[in-house]
């Protein structure tokens, strides 16, 4: 079976849109060709900066012919008394162009009807991809878009030519008045002319006769390749920056390698202000040495070779050199004063309207600081203060501020100023390490005080959105309380802090009142509001872990206020629950619920009232069991505390075989029904098991 290529050819792509587009387009077309009955083979992905393309393995030349059942008026009505068909039979019958001895009939909630199976012949798939190809199109999703012809259809960039092929064929269709054809185009100056592709499965070799190498991951490696021969060659290695190296293969087709070189007097900046003015604007690869200190060498990749080598790197040069005599000029005004007047000129900057400036924040993080840590075992308290303090100062510094590039070394820039200011280095430390994790999956803080002024930060600002009402709804986040609270819960639990999320919010929100920040009408209710939210992120936070949601529900109902408790807690049970005791203890717990549900039991549980043998040796083994119960909970042992709980299983089954919980006799009863409880309590110290989903 052929293979059926599409490549869309355009103006230059930005680099960040293509794989996404790309990936887009194959699992597009793939779920297409099954939903119409379409064999076909696998689907790779290609991409440059000015195409997007995909080449589908072994396509059926026709879709398959498929057959629907077709429900027709109920049998009473399509057939008479004598068993003939009536009137509304055959015209049903002829409608769906079937023979009348071919009906059957079929049960349905509304009766028994009459069906026709209807044949529909399978179509062309050239004649159904021209239909389809240009809907695919118009589904691709880029961050923003462009109109640029009578249509008005939007895409990435202009569209100028498309190569739709099954096999040596063309598939014919027209998108933005561009038709699509068998020629593809090639570098934009080393092979500007089209050239005819005789067949799909030569794609990529036709395209490596044009200047173009068209799949993204030998072109990754290929540069890969070529950064790190060319950095051996000044005795260093590259920069490991996946990132980069995934940007600057979307900005060429054939990469061509340019080392180039800066003065040795820029190595006295911060490495990270060099390797930024390198990095973000001019797309360089840093080159270090084998202890990791930078070389004075960068290597750019050019796209296309050219015998103007030695210009283009004059050009690179001279453009690196201007960006770091800018970062020069900013770390010499900026190192004029220490990090400390820095911090006091946050006055002068607005946080958010009506919640005041960043000094202000500064302050609430110092309290929030010191609350934390006198929480937190071997927290050095005074640390953590002092980088509360600090850790908004380079905000104002003229590195940050400038808006360029180096806007985005916020942290890195206050731990090097802190460290020349002559800060204790853990203060610088954590200065860094407060803005950790930055997204999904970074590096979390690696020091207690680190992660003690993360916390504070993070809090601080979700509870000031929520009382300037800036609460996430729906998709909607647009200042990122989400990723600030999954960040929150990420530390806390990583780093085992046991702390109190009401006391953490309380307190925050005093803070708020005491310097008489935002309107806070019911702190009770706006209380209730955070913690709210918290809990939905941690629902969140679970579920990322493997933990199933009934699992998460039975420990919520018991206590979220210790976020690392209740995610131990979770852990636990979920490693646990597949043995068949733990099921048969969970169904026991459920006729625990079932039986309490809706009772309000006031009576004080009397031992020398109970009964029977079963309800005697049920209190008695709850009672034996209650000390180390409560031990392994102290220590968190909460493997440990399950194997504890199912020592209750056997007397809790024979207690509700033999014993008559809802006697007649009140006293009896409500006996029975405070032993009930007593044992239920004991259990809820973990989860409500009662919620647990057996299957």
């Not at 900013?330 to 946050?346: I, N, R, V, Y």
């Not at 600090?390 to 731990?415: I, P």
């Not at 993070?458 to 990122?480: A, H, M, Q, W």
Request: aromatic share 8%.
């Amino acid at each position: 079976m052929p293979p059926f290529l599409l490549e869309i050819g355009t103006e230059e792509i930005p680099a960040s849109y293509l794989r996404p587009a790309a990936e887009q387009m194959r699992k597009e077309l793939l779920k297409f060709l099954d939903d119409s009955h379409i064999d076909h083979g696998d689907a790779r992905i290609y991409h440059t900066p000015r195409r997007l393309a995909v080449l589908c393995e072994n396509v059926a030349p026709k879709q398959k012919d498929t057959s629907i059942l077709v429900s027709g008026p109920p049998t009473s009505s399509a057939y008479g008394e004598d068993g003939k068909p009536t009137k509304a039979a055959i015209g049903f019958a002829r409608a769906h162009g079937v023979d009348i001895r071919a009906l059957k009939t079929k049960k349905t909630p509304k009766g028994e009807v009459i069906v026709a199976e209807e044949r529909k012949k399978g179509k062309t798939t050239s004649s159904i991809l021209s239909e389809y190809v240009p809907e695919l199109l118009t589904t691709l999703y880029f961050p923003r878009t462009m109109a640029w012809e009578a249509s008005r259809f939007r895409f990435a960039r202009p569209i100028r030519w498309i190569v739709a092929l099954l096999g040596k064929k063309v598939v014919k269709f027209s998108v933005a008045d561009v038709k699509s054809g068998d020629k593809t185009h090639g570098h934009r100056f080393l092979s500007p002319k089209f050239k005819r592709i005789e067949n799909p499965e030569n794609y990529e070799k036709t395209l490596n006769t044009m200047h173009v190498i068209a799949d993204p991951e030998k072109r990754k490696k290929l540069i890969l390749s070529m950064v790190k021969k060319a950095a051996t060659a000044k005795k260093g290695v590259p920069i490991d920056d996946p990132e980069l190296l995934e940007e600057v293969s979307g900005l060429v087709e054939e990469p061509a390698v340019v080392v180039g070189t800066f003065d040795e007097k820029y190595l006295a900046l911060p490495k990270d202000v060099v390797v930024t003015a390198m990095r973000e604007h001019q797309k360089y690869f840093s080159v270090l040495d084998k202890s990791g200190r930078l070389l004075p060498y960068f290597v750019a990749i050019a796209n296309g070779k050219t015998t103007k080598a030695n210009h283009i790197k004059k050009a690179h040069q001279a453009a690196l050199m201007s960006r770091l005599e800018d970062a020069s000029f900013h770390w010499q005004e900026d190192t004029k004063h220490k990090l400390e007047k820095m911090a006091k000129g946050l006055r002068r900057v607005v946080w958010q309207e009506n919640l005041g400036s960043l000094y202000d924040k500064s302050e609430r993080l110092v309290e929030l600081a010191k609350h934390i840590s006198l929480r937190i075992e071997d927290a050095d308290s005074k640390t953590a203060e002092r980088a509360a303090f600090l850790c908004k100062a380079d905000l104002v510094s003229n590195m940050v501020r400038d808006g360029k590039e180096f806007a985005k070394l916020q942290g890195v820039m206050g731990r090097e100023y802190a460290l020349v200011s002559g800060e204790d280095k853990k203060v610088a430390t954590a200065i860094y390490e407060h803005y950790l994790p930055r997204y999904p999956g970074d590096s979390l803080p690696r020091t207690l005080e680190g992660a003690i002024v993360s916390i504070a930060d993070r809090l601080d600002s979700i509870v000031g959105s929520f009382i300037n009402n800036k609460i996430p709804t729906g998709s909607e986040d647009p200042y990122g309380l989400r990723r600030l609270a999954n960040g929150m819960i990420s530390i806390i639990a990583k780093k085992k802090h046991h702390l109190s999320l009401t006391s953490l919010i309380a307190t925050d929100i005093s803070l708020y009142e005491e310097q008489k920040k935002g309107c806070i009408t019911d702190r009770n209710a706006l209380g209730c509001s955070l913690f709210g939210f918290f809990t939905s992120r941690m629902e969140a936070f679970l579920e990322e872990k493997g933990i199933r949601h009934d699992i998460t529900d039975a420990v919520m109902a018991v206590g979220l206020d210790d976020l690392y408790d209740a995610a131990e807690r979770a852990m636990a049970i979920s490693k646990f629950k597949q043995s068949e005791e733990f099921k048969s203890l969970v169904m026991g717990q459920k006729r625990v619920a079932n039986i309490l549900k809706g009772v309000e039991i006031e009576t004080k549980l009397d031992k020398s009232a109970l009964a029977e043998t079963e309800e005697k040796r049920l209190f008695t083994l709850t009672k034996e069991i209650e000390a180390k119960l409560q031990q392994s909970i102290r220590e968190h042992a909460y493997q440990e505390s399950l194997k504890i709980l199912l020592l209750l299983k056997d007397p809790i089954d024979q207690f509700f075989d033999a014993v008559l919980v809802m006697a007649e006799d009140d006293k009896l009863r409500a006996n029975r029904l405070a032993l009930v409880k007593y044992v239920a309590e004991r259990f809820n110290t973990l989860a409500d098991f009662s919620k647990i989903v057996i299957e």
